[in-house]
């Protein structure tokens, strides 16, 4: 399993406003992505047709600080709900000024760290890691996409039911935000030195 670099879009637009993007959602149907950025706007962005591959079209700009603030209470309730009927059973998470994957499973109603699934990532010592992209585990897929420091991670489930790092792409700036689509085919990033996206088709072999 690996990344196979699928697309890499640049806008003029985007250079111009140095807007930090930090999540995507992408159709590659419809040939096109929705992008929420740091300034509470959600845009969607179309390749347009017969041009240049860098070339994308704004369609759509909606500011969303009021809906999202609103919706929060909902979103914060499911996860507890989660929580108390106990669907959630594992969490995987990233401790601060740690350069490691720490793993924790529910067990008795308490979350307990399994020390002997801990994963090494790339030490830098020197850099701190910013919180721009989330875990993401797809449950089908059995693979998990992190991001740390200068790197983004991909997490496949061997045949003991531990996940192990498989691939994982290197950036020359910490500034990564990103996300992978829900069927796990796709993964968008943005990179804020860069200041573009980056589309990546995950290869299953």
Known sequence: MGFQRWIALRSEKIRRTQLEYQMFTFSKLQNSFISGSNDNTIRCWKQLNGQERNSLQLLIELNVYYYVKKRIHYFLEMWINQLKYGKLISIIIMQNGKDWLSYFELI?????????????????????????????FNKEKEIILIRHKFHVYLLTKQTQGRYQISTKLK????????????????????EKTEQNFQIYQIEYQ
């Open 171 to 190: 950036f020359q700036n910490n500034s990564i935000y990103g996300i992978m689509t829900i069927d796990a085919k796709y993964i968008i990033l943005w």
């Open 108 to 136: 008795n109603g308490d979350f307990v760290e399994q020390k002997e699934k801990e994963q090494q990532l790339i030490i830098s010592s020197d850099v701190y890691n910013l919180n721009l992209l989330p875990i993401v």
